[in-house]
């Protein structure tokens, strides 16, 4: 009899899991943004949030989250019910180099499902416009005229523009003085304004203020030069070779999410990502789609696997810690 209860059990809830996933979505979604409101992973999530929303027919709410780099965005998803309702966008920083830095109570591979990489960009150095230096070489020179004074912002320890900035260091031997903010759109506020010397930041949080002359670009972290800023040298070009960062951004839902509706969602961010006016929109901001074969949850995985080999290493090695 026992036997038979169980089985029934497991029956009653495969038939509630499936109906609940052929049912998906009944109602609002929430992506969860692990930075403030007006930043790039903002920015970012709202344009896919559009698309999404249009293809499964329901409305996607985005949540920004903030707070020591990300962790604790990053967290209330990974909690959340494994019901598809919930979803963590982030990127490199909040998904990979966190786990090397912050004590966390999950794992940030084994706790997630991933859905899809989505867009990434290059980081590119910017600082206000009455700094004297020119020129990438300047730059530099005027940092270490200046070591320990000139203020770098960042959305905390281990996010995108701090651990560019630690590499930036090591690379150079410059020395600068980090200033945590809840994301890198309060940051590049206070660039535009004066408060803070530079950002290494992400080229789509940066460029509209580039192109309207509120603060001056000196080189892009990328072999290439941005189609959306031609004018703009590589680190190559403009002597730090091989200062190469390209900041990806990626989807995942809770660990214990159905298979159906991961499916759907990837599918949603499929249509979304393949869809030309989104292709026109992220591509003005700086942003690179991947191509198609990379937009399944497997190459996600095998990403953000690859990614946290590479760097877990290099941020170990410069003992970057939460003070």
Do not use: C
């Not at 992973?41 to 996607?60: E, Y």
């Not at 940051?187 to 580039?210: E, P, R, T």
């Not at 403009?238 to 900041?247: N, V």
């Not at 690859?306 to 939460?322: D, L, S």
């Amino acid at each position: 009899m026992k036997k038979l209860i169980v089985a029934a059990a497991a029956v009653a809830l495969a038939f509630v899991t499936s109906a609940g996933a052929e049912d998906y979505p009944s109602r609002p979604v929430t992506i969860i943004v692990p930075f403030a409101a007006g930043g790039p992973t903002d920015a970012l999530a709202r344009v896919l949030g559009d698309g999404m929303g249009k293809a499964l027919g329901q409305q996607i709410v985005v949540e920004d989250v903030t707070g020591a780099g990300g962790t604790i965005g990053v967290a209330r998803a990974v909690h959340a019910a494994p019901d598809g309702y919930t979803l963590s966008i982030g990127h490199l920083g909040t998904h990979v180099i966190n786990g090397a830095i912050y004590p966390l109570s999950f794992d940030l591979v084994k706790d997630f499902e991933p859905i899809s990489l989505l867009a990434s960009n290059p980081m590119m150095i910017v600082s206000k416009n009455d700094i004297p230096a020119k020129n990438l070489n300047e730059l530099v020179a005027w940092i270490k005229a200046n070591s320990g004074k000139v203020t770098a912002g960042t959305a905390g320890v281990g996010s995108g523009a701090h651990f560019s900035g630690v590499y930036f260091e090591q690379l150079t031997g410059a020395k600068l003085q980090f200033v945590p903010y809840r994301g890198t759109g309060p940051a590049l506020l206070d660039l535009v304004s004066g408060h803070i010397d530079l950002i290494v930041d992400q080229a789509s949080n940066s460029l509209a203020q580039v192109k309207a002359g509120k603060i001056r670009a000196y080189a892009i972290t990328a072999p290439k030069r941005l189609a959306a800023a031609p004018d703009i040298p590589t680190v190559d070009e403009a002597g730090l070779k091989g200062f190469y960062i390209e900041l990806w951004s990626g989807l995942w839902v809770p660990k214990g999410t159905p298979k159906d509706i991961v499916a759907k969602l990837n599918a949603a961010v499929v249509k979304t990502l393949t869809d030309p006016a989104v292709q026109k929109r992220l591509g003005e901001m700086g942003l690179q789609i991947p191509p198609r074969d990379k937009l399944t949850p497997e190459a996600l995985a095998a990403h953000q696997q690859a990614e946290a080999k590479k760097w877990w290493p290099m941020i170990k090695a410069a003992n970057i810690k939460v003070q």
